[in-house]
């Protein structure tokens, strides 16, 4: 087991080498980007299902750790934080049941050109491929796509440890299945993961740019519809204008033509950042996995110097909704590098934000100004409250936790599934105390 505190040794306890890589994964440090330090004592990473579960058996507090790229304490303690990439590495395809199952601390972007070169494809990705896939569906991460749900909607089966070190095996359609999946890391530590895959296809990725608001709320269902996955993307410099279109178009689809103005050449969404950063543009053909994220493994995604918000609403809202945010453009524009609108399928997943109703998503990359972004939050919530906006759970929010029985039709039996997986409390932070959990 590799566990530490601080440090940039390369040997580990034992005198092992250890990479880089691994010394900042045992540093408790801070998340992605940087707006938390950890307040955890230490981090345990170790390198065996057996040696987890004896270590979950102890007092805690514990929580799992992903790739760190969660902006709010969802992953936070002030005990041991439990990392799984220490584990064995998993990619086990079995195309008759068109499944694979994954080690859980897996990055997407590991994983994609794996499947790829096999044949195969996952139905979505995120905006990003650095993310684990435990730590990914634990939040309801999601991409865009009228008709593909969250990451978490492609898990078809999962392994977990609970904290009295007992393996779960959870399966689609088992009872307690839809309340484990996306689980905010409360109910153990996810070891392994089952997604769904399909055949692998190519996407094009075309930008338009200067798109009128009104022509696009007045319809948003014909724009979000233009493509598999689609994305807008403003910076509310403008409450007329909507800066870009990304359509991500399936080449084994019907094309849809596209009633606005191509860009001419490559795009990043954000203003001032290389387009070489992003997934290639100008409807050039290429593997699924190379598209559907805008941004590249190799490279920063997104900004690197920024915060991020997400609130969802039930896609029969989104236009009012939509329109409430434009309301206060001006009170947004000063803290926001850029907003993206994206769709998501209905889904089944208690605490998922499209259980039960398509949904749009509503994304704030803000300026890395906190005091001044959380001041403002409490203003767009209650803008959005009337349409049922529920919040990434991944992201800033500070919507009371009271609010939470009322989004999530299944609140109260997740928390009864999360006492009984975890009747010692050895997983709550103050996050989860914050929403009653
Ligand atoms: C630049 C950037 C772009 C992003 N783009 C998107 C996007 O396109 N769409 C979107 O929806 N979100 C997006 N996010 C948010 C991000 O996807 C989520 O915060 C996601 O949860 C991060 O995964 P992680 O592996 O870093 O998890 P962490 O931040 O490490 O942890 C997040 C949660 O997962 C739990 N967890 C991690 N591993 C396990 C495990 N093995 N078992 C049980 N629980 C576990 C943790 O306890 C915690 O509750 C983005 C974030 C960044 C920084």
Partial sequence: MTTGSTGTATTDSNGEHVTEEQVAMASVGSNWAGNLAYGARDVAAPSSVDELAELLQGAGPFRPLGTRHAFNEIADTTGTLVSTANLPEIVEIDADRRTVRVSAAIRYGDLAPRLASAGWALANLASLPHISVAGAVATGTHGSGDKVGSLASAVA???????????????????????????????????????????????????????????????????????????????????????????????????????????????????????????EQLGVAGAWFDRLPHFRLDFTPSNGEELQSEYLVPREHAAAALEA???????????????????????????????GTGAVGIHFTWRPVQPAVEAFLPTLEAALEPFGARPHWGKLFTMPGERMPQLYPRWHDFAALRGRFDPRGALRNPFLERLGL
């Fill in 157 to 279: 089966g999962l392994e977990l440890i609970d904290t009295d070190g007992r393996r779960h095996e959870l399966r689609r359609g088992d009872p307690d299945f839809d309340g484990a999946v996306v689980s905010l890391g409360a109910l153990g530590v996810v070891t392994e993961v089952e997604l769904d895959i399909e055949p692998a296809f190519e996407v094009a990725q075309t930008v338009y740019e200067g798109l009128d608001w009104n022509e696009v709320l007045g319809d948003l269902d014909a724009v979000t519809s233009l493509g598999y996955s689609v994305s807008l993307f403003t910076s509310w410099r403008s409450a007329d204008r909507i800066d870009q279109l990304w359509v991500k178009h399936r080449t084994d689809h019907e094309e849809r033509d596209v009633p606005f103005v191509r860009a001419t050449r490559p795009r990043h969404p954000l203003e001032g950042i290389s387009a070489e950063h992003t997934t």
């Fill in 325 to 355: 945010v434009r309301g206060l453009a001006d009170r947004i524009a000063p803290l926001i590098h850029v907003t993206e609108i994206r769709t998501v399928a209905a889904d089944e997943l208690w605490l998922s934000s499209a259980y």
